[in-house]
């Protein structure tokens, strides 16, 4: 039986290391984590969002696949042309010790007006990424004893460093639009694609040539709003008045697809009051009643003015599979800041200085700029 165990154990670990080298990690709240997934989104919304991210990967495997990610974008309106600018900073774990990936990404964003209710944004990330493996930690098949297991040396020699180091790139596009009708007070969608690792960066640890697949990631989403009254075209902010009477309904999809691996997630969130709920069908076939994960999402939106706000959310993937009893089910946690009000730079004619709090008025707001959900 322990032979059995050791055997699986090794099989287990090729099976993650060939994960780990051909897809990017993957999170189930997407849309709270914009400035990864895609650079044309920062500074989309106004002010100052920060966003940190923890994820556990299948938490009963001997491996620690935990992802921690912060992100921040500010956006910024008094330059014209321009969007944004974002800062992302991500540990991912591939083991417990065996490989650990380190990224820092810079991103900044164009932004075109296209019509009073439509606007577009581009931008690109520079990314600057670490790979560590500690050789030491891996087990070799000549360490291993029919019988007793792991007990001998090994003759293995390791190649040389155990890091790498590499420059990393993506682009990225959003389209945005606002509508309203006669059952909504308004409607607001939001669609995006990137292309990651542009360049394809060479990530070898021994010397060889191996370019880290593209990955292309396609999002959209639609908020509609119900709040019971006449303003149109005016998403409620989430102070303590209006969320009472807020109602919003917000579908989506993900596609993401790098090397072999495609997939793919539909779902939809709703926040009634100050209380987020959500639910998704992630796949890797187009067959939806053959769904890998079952997603459930709830959270909450805490305003401290109506400008300012905190947001909790939190994801439990629920695996469909038999793979379950091994691995487990995933958990997500997020936590959001916005700063709606928080600018850069101010034009000359504003009150109040450059870096730091405008005094604009925010229900004159332009409806694209508005962070809806």
């Not at 299948?58 to 921040?72: H, I, K, V």
């Not at 992302?88 to 990224?103: F, I, L, P, R």
């Not at 709920?277 to 992630?282: A, I, T």
Request: glycine share 8%.
């Amino acid at each position: 039986m322990k032979n059995i165990r050791i055997y699986l154990l090794i099989t287990l670990a090729a099976l993650l290391s060939e994960f780990a080298k051909a897809q990017d990690p993957l999170f189930s709240q997407f849309y709270n984590n914009p400035v990864y997934y895609n650079p044309g989104a920062v500074g989309l919304t106004p002010g100052l969002r920060a966003r940190f991210t923890v994820r556990d990967q299948w938490p009963q495997l001997p491996a620690d696949l935990r992802n921690y990610t912060f992100s921040m974008d500010i956006a910024e309106r008094n330059i014209p042309g321009s969007g944004g600018l974002g800062l992302m900073v991500m540990s991912d774990n591939a083991g417990s010790g065996y490989m650990k990936t380190s990224t820092v990404g810079i991103s900044t964003a164009v932004r075109v007006p296209l019509q009073d209710n439509m606007v577009t944004q581009v931008g690109i990330m520079t990314s600057f990424v670490q790979k560590r493996i500690n050789w030491d930690n891996l087990v070799f098949t000549d360490q291993l004893n029919p019988v007793y297991g792991n007990i001998y040396e090994t003759s293995f020699q390791e190649p040389g460093s155990g890091n790498i180091f590499y420059p990393d790139f993506s682009v990225g596009g959003v389209f945005r639009f606002t509508e309203s009708s006669n059952m909504f007070s308004a409607i607001q969608g939001t669609f995006g694609l990137a292309v990651h690792h542009l360049f394809r960066p060479n990530e070898s640890f021994i010397g060889l040539t191996s370019p880290l697949p593209r990955k292309l990631a396609i999002t959209g989403d639609l908020v509609f709003e119900m709040n019971g009254d006449n303003d149109k075209l005016y998403f409620q902010r989430q102070d303590k008045g209006a969320a009472r009477n807020t109602f919003k309904f917000n579908p989506g999809f993900i596609y993401e697809s790098q090397a072999d691996f495609k997939t793919y997630a539909v779902g939809v969130n709703i926040l009634k009051s100050s209380i987020y709920s959500g639910v998704w069908f992630r796949n890797r076939t187009s067959e939806l009643a053959k769904s890998n994960d079952l997603i459930f999402m709830l959270g909450i939106n805490a305003p401290f003015t109506s400008l300012t706000r905190m947001k909790i959310n939190y994801t439990y993937d629920f695996v469909l599979t038999e793979i379950r009893t091994a691995t487990g089910c995933s958990h997500e946690i997020s936590i959001t800041i916005e700063l709606d009000d928080f600018n850069m730079f101010q034009r000359s004619g504003n009150r109040g200085g450059g870096f730091g709090f405008s005094t604009r008025n925010h229900r004159s707001m332009e409806e694209l700029q508005c962070c809806p959900f």
